[in-house]
């Protein structure tokens, strides 16, 4: 950060907002170097204090509830909802796991012990104190937590057994996409059909490699993606160009979802303004089809336990509503 721009070092280190907007937070105050007033220019310099005071508005998530599948003297294990992040992060704080059961079971602090993507849902396992953390992460680290996902996949996946070896690289860190390629890192998943309604399937997946939305990547390159996947599904804007990298960087930036909660200087959703920010406020939630991923940890397994979540009603055999796929958001 030293030697940058304070503008800069926001575009760089912070890219949830604009740089317009950036620009504005600095010329009005809201970015300061050391308290004092500072312009887009100013060179950051060792030891300086960057403070940022913000008026949040965070994105809406399910109102579904966080239900509690085990506890025990050192553990939470529960039901993650999709579109609920697990822990404070980017414009999230409130809307999280860890802080919606920190206030509603009385909690000072609370520990994590392994990713889920936010509109991932299922189990998550959350530690009440640091020992069992520790715990759980050394499991994690040495192979010994069996992970089951279920998933609803585009097409007739085949009925005999599969496994993806294929390994998974970053395409960019502008871009929140993996994909498979010779100098990616390892990665290995079985997958298993459970069941075919004519249009879509049902499959269980079982990774045995941690890597960066895997599962998505592997049934991609199978050929069978998640079938609401915003990024790996076939109704994206980008899913024919998966041979050329460089235009699925180019595609996603210019046809990323509008962010209205972010900055609207031209008022384009002509949205009610907060009278504290002045931030565009929507007047209706998105459906629950919009914020969570067909994709379910339905079942996780050490040497001497083992916890299940609860099936998804999209999982169901009889389910019919993939007639119409809206994909879930990103």
């Known amino acids: ?50 403070s940022h005071q913000v008026h949040r508005h965070e994105p809406p998530v399910t109102d579904q509830s966080i239900d509690i599948v085990y506890e025990d003297d050192g553990l939470f294990v529960v039901n993650k909802p999709g579109s609920i992040p697990v822990h404070p992060s980017g414009r999230y704080r409130h809307n999280t796991v860890v802080h919606i059961l920190r206030k509603e079971l009385g909690y000072d602090r609370l520990f ?11 189990l998550n396992l959350i ?12 499991e994690m680290r040495a192979g010994d937590i069996q992970k089951e996902y279920v998933c609803r996949v585009s097409g007739e996946f085949p009925l005999h057994k599969v496994t993806c070896d294929a390994p998974i690289k970053q395409l960019a860190h502008l871009v929140a996409l993996n994909y498979v390629h010779p100098e990616g890192k ?8 459970i069941s075919y309604n004519g249009q879509t399937s049902v499959v269980r997946c079982r990774p045995f490699t941690g890597r960066t939305h895997q599962i998505r990547v592997h049934l991609r390159h199978l050929g069978f993606p998640i079938a609401n996947d915003p990024i790996y ?28 909660m972010d900055d609207d200087p031209l008022n384009k959703t002509g949205f009610p303004r907060c009278g504290e920010c002045n ?22 397994a050490g040497k001497d336990w083992s916890y299940q979540a609860p099936w998804p ?15 879930a958001s990103f």
């Open 186 to 193: 390892s990665a290995i998943t079985h997958f298993e059909r």
């Open 112 to 122: 994590p012990t392994h990713r889920l993507d936010r509109i991932t849902s299922g």
């Open 1 to 50: 950060m030293m030697g940058f721009t304070l503008l800069d070092v926001f575009k760089r280190e912070y890219r949830g907002r604009t740089e317009d907007y950036y620009r504005r937070a600095i010329e009005n105050g809201l970015i300061t170097i050391n308290n004092q007033l500072s312009s887009p220019d100013t060179i950051v310099k060792r030891q300086d204090l960057i």
């Open 233 to 260: 599904g076939y109704s994206t804007l980008w899913t024919d160009q998966f041979h050329d990298t460089q235009s699925i960087i180019e595609t996603m930036i210019a046809t990323a979802p509008y962010d209205y």
């Open 127 to 138: 530690a009440k104190n640091s020992k069992r953390a520790d715990k759980i992460d050394k």
């Open 313 to 327: 009603t999209w999982a169901d055999e009889g389910f019919q509503h993939d007639e119409c796929i809206m994909p």
């Open 279 to 300: 931030v565009p406020v929507t007047p209706n939630d998105p459906s629950e089809d919009q914020l969570a991923l067909w994709l379910h940890a339905y079942r996780y």
